[in-house]
C-alpha cells in the first residue's frame, strides 16, 4: 500500500450529540521516558511515528530526540504476537504507549495495543482493547479524566471510553458523538475537556468542531482552513493546526490560547518551507517544546518536520529546520500519527 485508503480522507466528525453510560474514570500518572522507563522524560526523550502500512513496512519507528537527518532508528514490523497492522493514532498514557491498529478484524473494530516500555521488536502488548462501535479509527487522545476518546470515520462518529482500563477487551463507548457530512480524523482534547475535531471538508467557516462538556447539541467552529488536518496543544494553550492543499499552499497554523472562541481564525499561519502536496496529519511537541510532525503529503514531502519552537518563536516565516525521512517513508508515501515522549 503507498497510498492513503479512501476512508482515511473520508472520516467524521461533526460532533451533534451523544448517548452516554457511565463508569468510574482514571487517572493519568506522571510521565517518564519511554525508552529508558523509569528515567525523567527530559533525559531523553524519543518520538514515535506510524506509517499506516501494510505488513511489507515497518508499523512503528522509533528515535532520539532531538532528530537528526541521520538518526538512528528502531524499526518495528507487523508480528501475530504483536497485532500491529496499519497502524494508526499514537499517544501515551500512564507511562504507557497506546496505538490504534486495525489488527485481525481489518479496523471494524479497531484495537488500541496497549505496550509497556521500552518497545521493542519482541514486545507483545500489556492490553488489547478492542473498542466496540468503532471503524477505521484514526486518532486518540485522553482527556483530563484519564478517559479514552477515539476518531472512527468509518462509522462517521467520535467515541469515548471509560476506565480503568487494567484488563484487556472489548470497551462499549460510554459516549457517541455523532457526525454529519463534514469528514475529520485528527482529535484534540483541552484541559476542560473540550474535544477538538479538525474538518477535512469544512471549508473556510467550518475548520475545526469544538464540543464541550457534557458533550451535548451542536458544536462551535473555529475557521480559516482547507482540508484541515493535525491538532495539538502546547503547554500555554495555543492551538496547532494545519490547512492543506491543494487548493491552497499548505500550512501550519497556531490560534492563540484566547482566540479558540467561535468563529476565531488563525492567529498565525506558516507556510515557510512546506511543499506543495504536504499533508500534515498529526503533531506533538518535545519537553523543551519544539515541534514534530508526520508528513503524510505524498512522493515529495512525507516524513517529519521539526519546528525548532524552542529557540525561534513561531511566525509566518518560519521554515522547518529538519524535514526528516527514510527509504520506508519515502516507499508508503506517508508518516501518519506521532508521539514524543
Not at 453510560?21 to 517518564?32: H, K, N
Not at 497485532?83 to 488500541?112: C, K, M, Y
Not at 477535512?200 to 467550518?206: C, T
Request: net charge neutral.
Amino acid at each position: 500500500m503507498n497510498h492513503i485508503p479512501v476512508a482515511r480522507f473520508f472520516a467524521l466528525v461533526l460532533l451533534f450529540g451523544c448517548s452516554e453510560r457511565g463508569a468510574a474514570p482514571a487517572v493519568p500518572s506522571t510521565i517518564t521516558d519511554p525508552q529508558a522507563g523509569t528515567a525523567p522524560a527530559a533525559a531523553q526523550q524519543h518520538v514515535y511515528w506510524t506509517l499506516f502500512a501494510g505488513s511489507q513496512y515497518p508499523q512503528v519507528q522509533i528515535a532520539n530526540v532531538p532528530l537528526a537527518k541521520k538518526s538512528k532508528v528502531t524499526s518495528i514490523g507487523a508480528r501475530t504476537k504483536n497485532d500491529l497492522i496499519e497502524t494508526s493514532g499514537v499517544t501515551f498514557h500512564q507511562n504507557r504507549l497506546w496505538i490504534l491498529s486495525f489488527g485481525q478484524s481489518s479496523g471494524e473494530p479497531t484495537s488500541a495495543l496497549v505496550f509497556d516500555l521500552p518497545l521493542k521488536e519482541t514486545s507483545a502488548p500489556k492490553y488489547t482493547f478492542v473498542l466496540g462501535n468503532s471503524n477505521g479509527g484514526d486518532a486518540l487522545a485522553f482527556d483530563p479524566s484519564g478517559d479514552l476518546w477515539i476518531s472512527s470515520p468509518g462509522y462517521h462518529t467520535i467515541l469515548e471510553y471509560k476506565g480503568p482500563f487494567t484488563k484487556s477487551g472489548t470497551l462499549a463507548p460510554a459516549k457517541t458523538l455523532n457526525g454529519g457530512n463534514l469528514y475529520s480524523y485528527a482529535i484534540a482534547v483541552d484541559k476542560k475537556g473540550a474535544v477538538y475535531a479538525s474538518i477535512l471538508n469544512g471549508g473556510l467557516k467550518n475548520s475545526i468542531a469544538v464540543s464541550q462538556p457534557p458533550y451535548k447539541g451542536k458544536p462551535y467552529f473555529l475557521t480559516g482552513l482547507t482540508s484541515a488536518g493535525a491538532l495539538g496543544f502546547d503547554s500555554h494553550g495555543n492551538l496547532y493546526a494545519s490547512s492543506n492543499g491543494p487548493t491552497s499552499s499548505p500550512a501550519l497554523v497556531r490560534y492563540s490560547a484566547d482566540n479558540l472562541k467561535k468563529g476565531a481564525k488563525p492567529s498565525i499561519a506558516d507556510s515557510a518551507g512546506l511543499p506543495a502536496d504536504s499533508y500534515l496529519a498529526a503533531l506533538d511537541f518535545t519537553a523543551k517544546g519544539d515541534l514534530y510532525i508526520a508528513n503524510c503529503g505524498g512522493p515529495g514531502s512525507p516524513g517529519i518536520d521539526v519546528y525548532p519552537l524552542s529557540s525561534n518563536a513561531f511566525s509566518s516565516k518560519l521554515a522547518p529546520s529538519l524535514e526528516y525521512t527514510n527509504d520506508d517513508i519515502t516507499s508508503q508515501g506517508c508518516a501518519w500519527g506521532i508521539a514524543v515522549h
